[in-house]
C-alpha cells in the first residue's frame, strides 16, 4: 500500500506564491512518475506537472514558466512551487505516485489551494 500525503495549500493574493509538498510512504517501487493535478469546482481534474525517475519534468501549458515540479534525493517527496498565482489556479491539488513496474497508481487527498484578493 502506498500513501500520499500532501501539505501547503492556503489562501494567497494574485501575484503571490505557494509551495506544495507530498510525501510518498509504503511500498515505493523505483520506477515511478510522480505528480500534481488539481480539479477547480464544476470541471475535471487535470495534470498540472509530473516527474519521473529519472528526473524528466512535463509541465500542462497553462502553468509553464510559474510553476516548478521538484523532489527531494529519496525521490519520495515533491513539491509544487507556485509563482505568479492567479485565481484561474484556484483548485483543490492532488498528489499523484504510477508506478511503471506494475502499472498502478495512487492519489493523496488533496490540498486546497484558493488565489483571491
Known amino acids: 500500500q502506498v500513501q500520499l500525503v500532501e501539505s501547503g495549500g492556503g489562501l494567497v493574493q494574485p501575484g503571490g506564491s505557494l509551495r506544495l509538498s507530498c510525501a510518498a510512504s509504503?511500498?515505493?517501487?523505483?520506477?515511478?512518475?510522480m505528480g500534481w493535478y488539481r480539479q477547480a469546482p464544476g470541471k475535471q481534474r487535470e495534470m498540472v506537472a509530473d516527474i519521473t525517475s529519472d528526473g524528466s519534468t512535463n509541465y500542462a501549458d497553462f502553468v509553464k514558466g510559474r510553476f516548478t515540479i521538484s523532489r527531494d534525493n529519496a525521490k519520495t517527496t515533491i513539491y509544487l512551487q507556485m509563482n505568479s498565482l492567479k485565481p484561474e489556479d484556484t483548485a483543490v491539488y492532488y498528489c499523484n505516485i504510477r508506478f511503471v513496474a506494475n502499472g498502478r497508481n495512487y492519489w493523496g487527498e488533496g490540498t486546497l489551494v484558493t488565489v483571491s484578493s
Open positions: 509504503g511500498i515505493i517501487y523505483s520506477r515511478k512518475a
